[in-house]
């Protein structure tokens, strides 16, 4: 059975920077996905990004319009954990981060495309 455990997450200024981490344990990837997406009080949980890869392959990576420029998604093959950098963090940024894996084949966006979800990480960004 897979486990995904986040963190990372914590209180921080706007314009400050976090790193999520997401450590899966209980299977190895040779071709998959792992994404990240976020919910907001009241809110749908949206897409943030994502990294698709292939074996022997550093992979694709895919941005939110929300995060392109700040955010940036990375992979340690040896710790089977990826990495979320947050960047210049906004107000808007606030939410509860979950990594999830997929099957290398679906749509990096959709949530459906994901069949295992971590617990969460709270992000809180103030002033």
């Known amino acids: 059975q897979l486990q995904l455990v986040e963190s990372g997450g914590g209180l921080v200024q706007v314009g400050g920077s976090l790193r999520l981490s997401c450590a899966a344990s209980g299977r190895t990837f040779s071709a998959d996905k792992m994404g990240w997406f976020r919910q907001a009080p009241g809110k749908e949980r949206e897409p943030v990004a994502a990294?698709?890869?292939?074996?022997?392959?550093?992979?694709?990576?895919y941005y939110a319009d929300s995060a392109k420029g700040r955010f940036t998604i990375s992979r340690d093959n040896a710790k089977n954990t990826v990495y979320l950098q947050m960047n210049s963090l906004k107000f808007e940024d606030t939410a509860v981060y979950y990594c999830a894996v997929g099957p290398y084949g679906s749509t990096w966006s959709e949530r459906k495309s994901y069949d295992y979800w971590g617990q969460g990480t709270q992000v809180t960004v103030s002033s």
């Open positions: 990294l698709r890869w292939t074996a022997g392959t550093a992979g694709w990576t």
